[in-house]
């Protein structure tokens, strides 16, 4: 399958700094990139949707000035958690598709820790 | 909009036995139905998914799924299953034009020796 990378794997922060997470695809061109945070032992919530060159397309109840996401190139969507707090902390999951394709292929997640 | 229901939050099961994993969706428009498998702290690995034709659909892993559309199942087998099947297993659905997927709660598959 497609390969899909994230940095960083894990993050540690203070409360009020701002994290910026990279998902790249790196063998194929991704069109969409979508966000999803996964809380322990609990299903993946997509956040948001990103087309490339566009704005991203944010789900009911994700807070768009919270996590700001940018998707500039067809290879790289980034998530900037700003002023991080700790209900913050979670894992951040994304995916990649490109074209004609129906299947999201997965990063690996980062998981984020706000002291 | 589509929903996911997978029926069995915890399956464990010993090593070589089959397994079965329950997957129904809803939907008002026609799907694409996804499995995924997800490792301790990592993200998710598609292990097989049906977008049309045959209903019997064959994975990685030695994993296949059937897609029974009178009863809006997709529900994942494996004959004999190994320790290294212990994982999350994610059932998933799109549509077949929004490309965004809604994803069960999970079945957590531990396998004993």
């Known amino acids: 399958g497609a390969v899909v990378s994230q940095h960083p794997s894990r993050v540690i922060c203070k409360s009020g700094t701002s994290v910026k997470i990279e998902c790249r695809s790196l063998?194929?061109?991704?069109?969409?990139m979508f966000w999803y945070r996964q809380f322990p032992k609990k299903s993946l919530m997509l956040m948001a949707t990103?087309?490339?060159?566009?704005?991203?397309?944010?789900e009911q109840g994700v807070e768009k000035d919270k996590f700001l996401i940018n998707h500039a190139s067809l290879t790289l969507s980034t998530l900037t958690v700003t002023s991080a707090h700790p209900e913050d902390s979670s894992f951040y999951i994304c995916s990649s598709r490109g074209g004609l394709q129906e299947t999201q292929y997965f990063g690996p997640g980062t998981r984020l820790l706000v002291l | 909009a589509q929903s996911v229901t997978q029926l069995d939050s915890q399956v464990p099961v010993f090593e070589e036995a089959p397994v079965e994993l329950r997957c129904n969706y809803s939907?008002?428009?026609?799907?694409?139905l996804f499995w995924y498998v997800q490792y301790p702290n990592q993200g998710l690995q598609l292990l097989l998914k049906?977008?049309?034709?045959?209903?019997l659909v064959k994975g990685i892993n030695g994993f296949e799924a059937e897609f029974n559309k009178s009863q809006t199942s997709f529900h994942l087998r494996k004959p004999s299953v190994h320790i290294s099947d212990t994982a999350e297993y994610f059932c998933?659905?799109?549509?077949?034009?929004?490309?965004?997927?809604?994803f069960g709660a999970g079945t957590t598959v531990t396998v004993r020796a």
């Open positions: 049906y977008l049309s034709g045959s209903t």
């Open positions: 939907s008002s428009v026609s799907v694409y």
């Open positions: 998933a659905v799109s549509g077949r034009n929004d490309y965004k997927l809604s």
């Open positions: 063998d194929f061109q991704a069109t969409t």
């Open positions: 990103s087309n490339e060159g566009s704005k991203a397309t944010y």
